[in-house]
């Protein structure tokens, strides 16, 4: 529980301490604006209101040419710290890798690309076997002696077949 009350203690500070930072913040905006803009009296007559828009445009141009001056600079620093960045790789170092793509190649074409076209390795792994005779296994030879079985099936049939059936057996 004591945990618990720590907790809360710590969370309520911490709102506090955000409502303070808002006010703050609002009051600065507020004071920003008094000062940099003043309240606005519109005249009534039409010389005047041209005048007033005259001097609108002129601010909004200054303020553009602030705006610019400053992205430039902005990007002018930005490039500076790249630029830093990569000194500071290439003096530890250790070089940004691009990001690599998916290439098809087979292996033989890899090789060739890696060791040159003087070398000539063959990725084929059948073509390094060496070639063996499979050896007759007695089941195998007792199915070749048989033959086919249509043979057998036409021997056998009508009475001859049979008395070699009988022959046979007996």
Known sequence: SRKVHLKSLMLQVAKDALEKEAADTAAEKEA??????????????????????????????????????????????????????????????????????RVRMSADAMLRALLGSKHKVNMELRANLKQVKKEDTDKEKDLRDVGDWRKNIEEKSGMEGRKKMFESEA
């Open 32 to 101: 920003y604006l008094n000062e940099h803009c003043p309240p606005l009296s519109i005249p009534h007559s039409m010389a005047d209101l041209q005048e007033l828009c005259k001097k609108l445009h002129a601010k909004i141009d200054v303020v553009d040419e602030e705006r610019y001056d400053m992205e430039v600079k902005v990007q002018k620093s930005s490039k500076e710290l790249e630029d830093l960045n990569q000194k500071i790789f290439d003096l530890r170092g250790k070089f940004k890798r691009p990001p690599l793509r």
